[in-house]
């Protein structure tokens, strides 16, 4: 299966100014989910967009979903040295034959203090 | 709700042993239960999908004598990796998706990865 593309890899900002991070994917989906991880460790669910939803919040998080270009975003608004992580977009296909996630290639955000 | 719990955390072995990988859901029934690879700096791979009391289906590419899944209950899958060697030293990590009577109710949940090292 092929992985979801991520940009950027790397980002670094300032803490207060806001991150987003950006997700292409391929096949259709049955919804899309965003994880962050710490270095070395497990992953945090962090939020999940149905396919018919196209923008959902959770506290400093907002997430959109364009199923018709097959991309999301997640925003991290005043962004706090603690956000500093990896983040992933994972797609989740169950339903059109695909029972399982499948990861994007991540976004490796540096929150400068 | 909704815990995995994977052991060891880590590991480190000797080059042509085996090493064996729990994952333990804790308060549901995992009938499904996915198995991830994780080398440094990349994202998450998956190796193979469990289903309890069958065989386990493995991705392309992934040796399914080098890398035996077990489901053999609702509540604990296992992966030994066998005859280990250097370049199987990875992050592994082992997910179930929660459901409830067939709907996805919280998506997938992880267990918090075990980090193999093989010298």
């Known amino acids: 299966s092929q992985q979801g593309e991520e940009d950027p890899q790397a980002l670094s900002i300032q803490e207060g100014e806001n991150a987003t991070m950006n997700c292409s994917y391929k096949?259709?989906?049955?919804?899309l989910q965003w994880y962050r991880q710490n270095s070395g460790r497990g992953l945090v669910h962090l939020i999940l967009?149905?396919?018919?939803?196209r923008e959902k919040h959770s506290g400093r998080l907002r997430v959109t979903l364009d199923t018709s270009k097959k991309s999301s975003s997640l925003l991290i608004t005043a962004s706090r040295a603690a956000d500093t992580a990896s983040y992933f977009c994972?797609?989740?296909?169950?339903?059109?034959?695909?029972?399982?996630?499948?990861f994007g290639t991540g976004t490796r955000l540096t929150i400068i203090p | 709700g909704a815990v995995v719990s994977q052991h060891p955390s880590w590991v480190i072995c000797k080059s042509g042993t085996s090493v064996k990988i729990e994952c333990r859901s804790l308060d549901f029934q995992a009938t499904t239960m996915f198995w991830y690879r994780q080398f440094p700096k990349q994202s998450l791979m998956l190796m193979a999908t469990s289903n309890e009391g069958s065989k386990a289906t493995y991705e392309q590419g992934v040796e399914k004598d080098k890398f035996l899944i077990n489901h053999a209950s609702l509540t604990l899958s296992t992966l030994t990796v066998t005859s280990a060697h250097p370049e199987d030293s990875s992050f592994y990590i082992c997910?179930?998706?929660?459901?409830?009577?067939?709907?996805?109710?919280?998506?997938?949940?992880f267990g918090s990865g075990t980090r193999l090292t093989v010298v």
């Open positions: 967009i149905r396919s018919n939803e």
């Open positions: 997910s179930a998706r929660v459901s409830d009577r067939g709907k996805v109710r919280h998506g997938y949940t």
């Open positions: 994972a797609t989740d296909a169950a339903g059109f034959g695909n029972e399982k996630l499948t």
């Open positions: 096949t259709s989906i049955n919804n």
